[in-house]
């Protein structure tokens, strides 16, 4: 059977539905709750999207289903592997032509995947490519979700799985608090995805009062703050919504995330050739950070061709990892992955628009 697909552009997804919503919808087909159920496990567990392969259920559903909703809203335009065959990046046409990026990090034991939240973003940073872009509009939860449900597909035919999930590919999450949560939850819950919270991290730029609402939220998840600058001044011209959220504001939220989660952060700081990366600032950095429970990630900046800024070079990344360590900060340096296939967040996008390589 080929179940034609008639619903278009920005309306929900199969996948945007609750369990409740996909309940009512059933039963507006004249089929019990427990349908909602069947489809649940073959759309979370057995990561099937295309309805005419569900079957434990009535064709009559199927293809009533299949007219009304659109059911996966995402297209692969092309995918893309570093030449380690270790990061794997795919691109997606969403419904209303626009783009986004996933990409697959694969570790010994680990595949963790790093998805996107929105399309482009509204921060500002300027070393950032999605940042370049600009803000186009918020992913759905369901779109959200896709990402995991492509690359759990791609992994099943390994007989792995996706252990990780990391949100960090475009966009801000916290600016699109409501859907990147109702997709947490949807990846999070026993019936569906059923991913650890502790297997999820979500990385922000600083939005405090987004922070805030973290910290009362039931699922365990982790989380990563980008940092990049020890000092307002300099944060100020990395990471404009540091003007709103200065660093005591934002530190002192981070405290008090992690006092009452006890969850330890981590800070993420992308190390720029003479910007950021002396032994003062380094020093700085400890004082900001010293006695939280906390980790440091240290990246050598993947440079963007609409910026002036460079990676620091190795001995001054070595240097400035050393500082940290000796002052008993956990600090780990990132391997600089993908950078044959501009996996940093939003390149590929404009490699194919042709301003990269
Ligand atoms: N908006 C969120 C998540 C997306 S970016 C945030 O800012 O945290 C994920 C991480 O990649 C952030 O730490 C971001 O600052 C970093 N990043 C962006 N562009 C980069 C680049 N060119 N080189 C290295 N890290 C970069």
């Known amino acids: 059977m080929t179940i034609q697909n008639q619903k278009s552009k920005t309306s929900p997804s199969l996948l945007d539905l609750s369990t409740v919503e996909l309940e009512k919808m059933v039963a507006g087909f004249g089929q019990p709750a427990y349908r909602a159920r069947q489809i649940e496990n073959w759309l979370y567990q ?61 570790y010994d034991k680990r595949q963790t995947l790093c998805l996107s939240t929105q399309v482009g973003c509204g921060m500002d940073c300027p070393f950032c490519a999605t940042g370049q872009m600009g803000f186009r509009r918020n992913l759905s939860a369901g779109e959200i979700v896709a990402q995991v449900l492509h690359y759990a597909r791609f992994l099943e035919r390994e007989q792995k799985q996706v252990t990780n999930l990391v949100l960090m590919g475009m966009g801000e999450p916290l600016a699109n608090y409501r859907q990147t949560w109702q997709a947490i939850r949807r990846l999070n819950e026993p019936t569906a995805f059923n991913l650890g919270a502790r297997h999820i991290t979500i990385s922000t730029v600083g939005l405090v009062p987004a922070i805030r609402r973290l910290i009362n939220e039931p699922e365990q998840i982790g989380l990563a703050v980008s940092l990049h600058a020890p000092t307002d001044k300099l944060r100020n011209q990395l990471v404009p919504l540091n003007r709103r959220y200065p660093l005591a504001m934002l530190m002192k939220t981070i405290h008090d995330y992690v006092t009452t989660t006890r969850r330890r952060v981590t ?14 600032q ?8 010293q006695g939280l429970q906390c980790h440091v990630n240290l990246i050598p900046l993947n440079p963007t061709p609409n910026s002036p800024w460079r990676g620091s070079p190795d001995e001054r990344v070595e240097a400035f990892c050393d500082r940290l360590t000796t002052a008993n900060i956990p600090t780990t340096v990132r391997l600089r992955r993908g950078v044959d296939i501009a996996a940093g967040c939003g390149q590929l996008r404009h490699r194919q628009e042709g301003i990269v390589g």
């Open 46 to 106: 057995r990561y099937v999207v295309d309805v005419s392969k569900m079957t434990t259920l009535p064709q009559s559903l199927r293809q009533n289903l299949a007219t009304a909703i659109c059911l996966n809203p995402l297209t692969e335009q092309f995918t893309i592997r570093s030449s380690d065959k270790q990061t794997i990046k795919t691109l997606f046409i969403l419904p209303d032509g626009e783009e986004i990026e996933t990409v697959l990090m694969r």
């Open 267 to 280: 800070f993420e700081y992308a190390l720029m050739d003479g910007f950021n990366d002396n032994l003062t």
């Open 282 to 289: 380094a020093d700085q950095l400890v004082e900001l950070v």
